[in-house]
């Protein structure tokens, strides 16, 4: 038989158990709608939010990896566009010499040619010492190699260097002619120079195709992090919408049933009338 007092109201306790609750369940809804996050910190869950953390740590490293990237990226592409000149500038040359070859020619205009051609020669020395970006130069002969970061433990993506200078084309700084058989002789200079020229262009090509396909492969990893991590803690707002249409209606029956409840002693005050 229930027991009618004023001082335990069994039925209001019950009835302000489950609407605190419902509060409680509301508030871990509206925190997951305003955060967008199921799991925003290791108290919702402890497991999923330390993977998730170290995968997110992981990914946001992956950016000073692709900056590194493409600062190479950028640094190889300025040591191309300077052989490109510099392959331009030898066949300049080539041309030159070739027509200084001919013993027809005057003294005079073998030596205007002669100037044209060292002032190619100079050129080349020009666009090589130029072709630097944020002062690396994988062109100049001042390096061997170039490392740039390929992975979030620090590992190096090496690149070799390609000496497009003068001196690593073996032609002298003061390479010229003055008669028809010293221009014979530098056309043979210059002939070695061009081959030398493209295939260390074609190489440096081949490293660049190399570092853009880890740039690429490198987003890729860090948009699959970031997916993954948005899978373990990213909540699905269109499921927390309904449920906090659900829990908000649930709150008003138990502010309902709390009242009734309460109400329910006021009875007793009709047993002494």
Avoid: C, P, Y
């Amino acid at each position: 038989m229930a027991l009618n007092s004023v001082n335990t109201n069994v039925g209001a306790m019950a009835a302000l158990q489950t609407l605190n609750g419902t509060n409680t369940e509301l508030g871990i809804v509206q925190g997951r709608i305003n955060t967008g996050k199921k799991v925003g910190t290791a108290k919702d869950n402890g497991a999923i939010w330390a993977i998730a953390e170290n995968q997110s740590a992981i990914s946001n490293s992956l950016n000073a990896v692709r900056d590194s990237l493409q600062r190479g990226q950028s640094t190889i592409d300025v040591g191309l566009a300077a052989g490109d000149t510099v392959v331009d500038l030898l066949n300049k040359m080539k041309e030159k010499a070739l027509a200084a070859a001919d013993t027809s020619l005057t003294s005079s205009a073998r030596a205007t040619l002669a100037a044209d051609f060292g002032s190619l020669r100079d050129q080349i020395t020009k666009a090589v010492s130029n072709a630097s970006f944020g002062g690396a130069n994988i062109v100049d002969g001042t390096v061997s190699s170039m490392a740039f970061l390929s992975n979030d433990s620090g590992d190096a993506f090496t690149v070799t260097a390609k000496d497009l200078s003068l001196s690593g084309l073996s032609i002298a700084a003061s390479a010229s002619f003055t008669t028809a058989s010293e221009a014979l002789t530098m056309i043979g200079t210059v002939t070695t120079a061009l081959s030398d020229a493209t295939d260390k262009l074609a190489s440096l090509g081949t490293n660049s195709a190399g570092l853009d396909a880890h740039l690429t492969f490198v987003g890729k990893l860090q948009d699959s992090l970031d997916a993954g991590v948005g899978n373990l803690v990213d909540a699905d707002l269109a499921k927390e919408s309904a449920r906090l249409t659900a829990l908000q209606t649930k709150q008003q029956l138990g502010v309902q049933a709390l009242s009734i409840a309460n109400s329910s002693t006021s009875t007793v005050l009709g047993l002494f009338r």
